[in-house]
């Protein structure tokens, strides 16, 4: 039997870097800038290199000068979920996330009950801007708390 030469994982980019890389894929596309805003503000996906290394795609614009972008592949994060290690409230925000962008189906009554009350106003963010492409905020507040502009 051969030994199989595993590969380390490249080192990871300065935080930050994955957001304003998908940033840059989902540019003008309004579900898949609101799913990215929601992974971005969330904070914890972007962050675990179990799931950038597996489930996002970088890639370089053209031309080269415009820099480089990276795409959430939506499918292989759902179907990687259940060995992904995260918390109920985690995996069910990026089930609400693919499921803006990339339509997967997501049951909203196993999702929402897991969620705290920033992350869950994050979501509702995440659908106005999918829908308008602003964030809505005055939706989710009914005008009593400040607005807020996405992170993109």
Known sequence: MTARRVNPPPPAPPAGTYAQWLAAGAAGILAETAAVNLLAEHGTWLTQPAFTSRCI??????????????????????????RQPASTSEKAVLKIAASIAAGTPV????????LDTATLHAV?????????????????CNGTCPPQDPPF
């Not at 614009?61 to 759902?78: E, H, N, S």
């Not at 509702?124 to 989710?140: K, M, P, T, V």
Request: hydrophobic letters at 50%; a negative charge.
């Open 124 to 140: 509702l963010r995440a659908i106005a801007h999918a829908n308008s492409g602003y964030a809505g905020e005055e939706l989710i």
């Open 57 to 82: 795609d970088v890639y370089g614009l053209i031309p080269a000068a415009a820099g480089t972008a990276a795409a959430v592949r939506w499918r292989a994060a759902i179907t990687t979920l259940p």
């Open 107 to 114: 049951s909203l009554s196993d999702c929402l009950g897991s």
